[in-house]
Each structure stands twice: as C-alpha cells, then as structure tokens.
C-alpha cells in the first residue's frame, strides 16, 4: 500500500490540480454550463481514487454512471495523472517523468456500463500486490503478440518487438526454476506466431528433449535442430563454431540447440567463443536470440589465464551483450552462480528475471545491478523475499525509460520437462523427439565436419 506520505503527496497535487486546471483559470463565470458537470465528475473520481488504492469498476460506475468516469479519467490523465488497471480495477497515480500518456480507449477496453457483470475475475488485490506493481507493464498480450511468462491473474506478457533484441539474464540458485523459466521463454520464440530465430547454447544435455517432446514425452511440433550432444542430430567438434554461425545464418529462421555437454570445458569454450564471434560479425541486423546457459561458465568474472578459449569467450559474449542489439541479436544469460558471471556483462543487461538465492555474494550480485536500475522501494522489497521465494516464483525487472517491475508465478510448460528432478520409484518418461526434415539435414551434412574432418 501507498505510504502516508505518498498519499499526501497525492492528495495535494489533486488540490494543484483542481486550482490550475484551465477549466478554473478565468473563475466559475465565464465558463460554459457543461464545464461545471465535468468539474464535478473529475472532482469527485479524484476524491474516491486519491488514497492511491485500487478500486473496483463498479464503485466507479457507481458513482460516476452515464460515461462520465470515461470523460472523467480523461481529463485526469491530461492534467499529469494516469491509471494502473488490473483486469476490473483502477489505481489513481501521478505520471512519472517521461511515462507515456495512456490512450484512455484502451485504458477501458472490454468495460462496458450496460454488460459488466462483477466476476471471479475481477482481481482483489492485496496490499503486498500494491508495493510489487508500482511501475508494471500491466498491458496483457496474447501470445500470438509477445511472450506470455505467466498465466491469468499475473498475466505477464512481454511484446514480440521488445523481446526480440532484449538482453536479459535469469538468475537463481539451483533447483528454483530458472532454466524451466528459460524453456517457457523459448517455447515463445518457437511459436510460429513470434517467429524470431533462435540459438540456444546447451552445456547441460537438456534442452534438446525438453523442447523437442510435449509435456508427456510425445514428439513436439516445435521444430528444432540439435548439434552434438546424445540427442544431436549431427555431431560436432571443438572446431566447428564459426561454421556453425554460417549454417545458423543459412537456416534461418530454423531454431537451433548447440549442445555442448559432452565436450570438456576448454572444449566448450572454444566451440562457444568461435560461434559468438562468428555470429556478432556476419549477422546484418536480422533479429535473432541467443539463449546461453550455465552462462557463468562462458563469461565468468576471472577467467582462466592460461586458456585463450576462455578469454575470449568471455570477450565474444560481452560483445553480443553490449552490442548485439545493433545487430539485431538479442541475448539470454542464465546461470545459478550470480556472483561469478562477469559483472561487466551482468551489468549490460537490461531485463532481469531473478528466483530464489539464499548467498550473500549471489544476492549481493543483484544488488549491485537493481540499485542503478529500479527504485529503492522495489530494490528493498525484492532483496527481502528472494531467500524464501518458492519454485516457480520471480520477479521481473527492465531498465531504460520505461523501467518495470514484477512478481509473477511462471506459467506452465507446454513441452517436455527435462531438467526436473525424478522422485524416488517414479517411472522415467523417455522422451520421443521431433525428427528433424531432410531438407535441413542436408544442408547441415554439407557445413559441417565429423571427428576425422571428412565431410559426411
């Protein structure tokens, strides 16, 4: 809930605002005999919403019938206010600086006086919801349009053009969902209504089975590509990065797993580094994501002296990350050790989703980047509850202009669950996977090398 001083604050820019409106400025007589009725719509919607609490559709209806709350919320959004709506209910807030002024049509759409019937949906909203979603995208896409992270009443939607070249990192301790969360993040960007390209880095052996089968083990329709690793449909080596990137280029829009897991790690980053490097040079601002996991391990805050692979590495992702965008290529960095990916590249990403940690150092990390990012309210709130967050449970947070914030329940996946941990006596589901088509294949056979360099 707003603090006292915040209601005051509130309450005396309605008191400015009802002396320095226009309407007010040559006194009551010389103003026409609608103006007076207006006067005490507006006067009246800001004495209910001036507590800066949400209110019902109805109370408003109520008190304001015949479509003077529409003309009501008008006036008040053109003399530097704005409204949170929250499925059936309204917040009265001052505008920030450099907010957007909202379109009072889709403000109210899907209301209507003569049809609106108070249902389950209408959200009650409590007063720790009130501190969580003081600056939030409230505005839900369908799918078709953006990514949805988060099912109703969360409703966490971001836009296709925004998710596209974001450049965000998900980070949290092992086991609270975090590469869950990234699945449902490329369950987005394989639906065929997004339709963005996407490269996912793999260094755990799960990604292949868990987005190329449904949720029980069946074949997905979600056609994807998977170099090296047990469920690869062509092997790699160490040295095929930068062929890689061509074959990515070359196939595109077909999505692609590079799964690294059976490579030692000085292995690992050598196939990563060539590929990144590769991909930032020949990429023409084409859109593209890059999902990296375990992304610590690829772009570590002390790097290894005595391996070049790793140094750059580490040079090729800052370089997407703080680049990528001109690009075209938008990143996803996740990784359960916030404290040891490098603090140059973490502090470069504007979109953050952050679970449950419990260490100092790791939650010290996040500190670090939300204190240059988001207010000191949302800041401390977040720190308070990432210990005793739930799995499943995040917050989201973007920097920039518009900076936003949220708590929301990850939605469920629709594809095979593969990182997720077997309990004991159960009975392991084997995953059948989406055949790659030949057309692919062949063009994958002509790029790229077996063990013995000969040509397959």
């Known amino acids: ?245 061509d074959l990515l280029l070359e196939i595109r829009p077909f999505p692609m797993i590079v799964d690294v897991s059976g490579f030692a790690p000085s292995e690992q980053h050598e196939v990563v580094a060539e590929l990144a490097q590769r991909l930032f040079t020949i990429n023409t601002r084409s859109p593209i994501h890059v999902i990296i996991d375990e992304a610590d391990e690829f772009a570590p805050q002390v790097s290894n002296a005595d391996s070049k692979h790793h140094r750059k590495s580490l040079g090729a992702i800052d370089r997407l990350v703080r680049r990528g965008r001109s690009k075209g290529i938008g990143v996803t960095l996740i990784t359960q050790r916030s404290a040891v990916i490098s603090k140059n590249v973490l502090s470069q990403v504007d979109t953050l989703f952050v679970m449950n940690m419990v260490s100092p150092a790791d939650i010290g990390a996040v500190e670090d980047w939300m204190k240059r990012s988001v207010k000191a309210t949302h800041l401390n709130t977040c720190l308070g509850h990432l210990p005793n967050l739930s799995p499943g449970v995040a917050y989201y947070m973007c920097s920039g202009a518009n900076p936003k914030f949220r708590k929301f329940n990850v939605r469920k996946r629709l594809t095979f669950d593969s990182s997720r941990t077997p309990k004991p006596g159960e009975d392991i589901i084997k995953p059948v996977l989406y055949q790659t088509p030949e057309d692919i294949m062949k063009i994958v056979r002509g790029k790229l090398t077996c063990i013995n360099n000969t040509v397959i």
């Open 1 to 245: 809930m707003f603090s006292p001083k915040h209601i005051e604050e509130t309450q005396e820019e309605v008191e400015k605002v009802r002396t320095l409106t226009p309407i007010y400025e040559n006194g009551l007589n010389t103003v026409s005999p609608e103006v007076p009725d207006k006067k005490e719509s507006r006067d009246l919607l800001l004495d209910l919403m001036a507590d800066g609490e949400y209110h019902d559709i109805t109370e408003i209806v109520e008190l304001l019938p015949n479509g003077k709350w529409v003309e009501a919320m008008k006036e008040l959004i053109e003399n530097k206010f704005t409204f949170d709506r929250r499925s059936c209910v309204f917040r009265l807030r001052r505008r920030l600086r450099d907010e957007e002024m909202p379109s009072v049509v889709q403000l109210v759409e899907n209301i209507s006086e003569k049809n609106y019937v108070k249902t389950p949906e209408t959200v009650e909203v409590t007063e720790t919801e009130l501190v969580l979603n003081e600056e939030v995208l409230e505005t839900v896409e369908p799918l078709e349009h953006g990514m949805l992270l988060s099912d109703a009443p969360d409703g966490l939607a971001i836009s296709a053009s925004e998710s596209a070249v974001m450049t965000a990192a998900i980070l949290a301790k092992k086991g609270s969902g975090k590469t869950y969360l990234g699945m449902v993040i490329a369950e987005c960007f394989l639906s065929d209504k997004l339709e963005i390209p996407l490269l996912i880095i793999d260094p755990t052996g799960v990604w292949s089975p868990g987005l190329r089968s449904m949720a029980d083990g069946t074949p997905s329709s979600n056609q994807v590509l998977t170099l090296g690793g047990e469920y690869g449909d062509f092997p790699i080596t160490s040295s095929d990065g930068a062929r890689i990137a």
